[in-house]
Structures are given as structure tokens and as C-alpha cells.
Nanobody, 117 residues
Framework: QVQLVESGGGLVQPGTSLRLSCVAS??????????VGWYRQAPGGQRELVAQ???????KYEDSAEGRFFVSRDNSRNTVYLEMNNLTPDDTAVYFC?????????WGQGTQVTVSS
């Protein structure tokens, strides 16, 4: 059974940084073939793509994340990371990890990120 587990969320002040991690279990050696990414959902809002990293290294970022957030992966650890810098209150949301491979689509339970002074 495939499971994605996020960690690293929390309460931080504006202007600071945070790194989220997501460990995938049950995927095995196939993890390197997956497109992995991070989505977020703010209160009352829809889930939106924040950052995505394909198997060949192509990245995609939501406009407000471009230049502040950086997605990376360690295939040897079946782990994907999201480095978030210069956080603002608008970044407050539940952040979800996602792994896709053709019709296979897996989600984590989410980790809360709150940016507040």
C-alpha cells in the first residue's frame, strides 16, 4: 500500500523559511518515475498546485511561489522536499504532497503551515 507522509509544517513568522518533507512508502524503486509535487489549500479555498517536479527534472511553480519556493527530490530516500523562503501570511494553508505516474495518483494527509506574526 502506497503512503505519503508529510512533515515540517508549523507556525512561523513572516519573512522566515520552512522546509517540508514527504516520504513515500510502498512505491519502491518506481518512485524515480513519478512526477511529484506540492499542493496547498487555504481555508475556504481550493487545492492549488504550488510546485511540481517531473521524473526528468522539469519543474513547475505557481506564480507566487516562483523564486521563493524550491522543490527537490531524493530518489534514494523516496523523499520530496519543498523549501519555502520569505514566507507571507498568504502562504498559510495545508500543504499536501502528491505523486503521479500515469493513472496512479497518491496524496498525503497534509501538513499545516501558518505564517503569522
Amino acid at each position: 500500500q502506497v503512503q505519503l507522509v508529510e512533515s515540517g509544517g508549523g507556525l512561523v513568522q513572516p519573512g522566515t523559511s520552512l522546509r517540508l518533507s514527504c516520504v513515500a512508502s510502498g512505491i519502491g524503486l518506481g518512485f524515480k518515475l513519478y512526477t511529484v509535487g506540492w499542493y496547498r489549500q487555504a481555508p475556504g479555498g481550493q487545492r492549488e498546485l504550488v510546485a511540481q517536479l517531473s521524473a526528468n527534472g522539469t519543474t513547475k511553480y505557481e506564480d507566487s511561489a516562483e523564486g521563493r519556493f524550491f522543490v527537490s527530490r531524493d530518489n534514494s530516500r523516496n523523499t520530496v522536499y519543498l523549501e519555502m523562503n520569505n514566507l507571507t501570511p498568504d502562504d498559510t494553508a495545508v500543504y499536501f504532497c502528491n505523486a503521479q505516474y500515469f493513472s496512479l495518483d497518491y496524496w498525503g494527509q497534509g501538513t499545516q503551515v501558518t505564517v503569522s506574526s
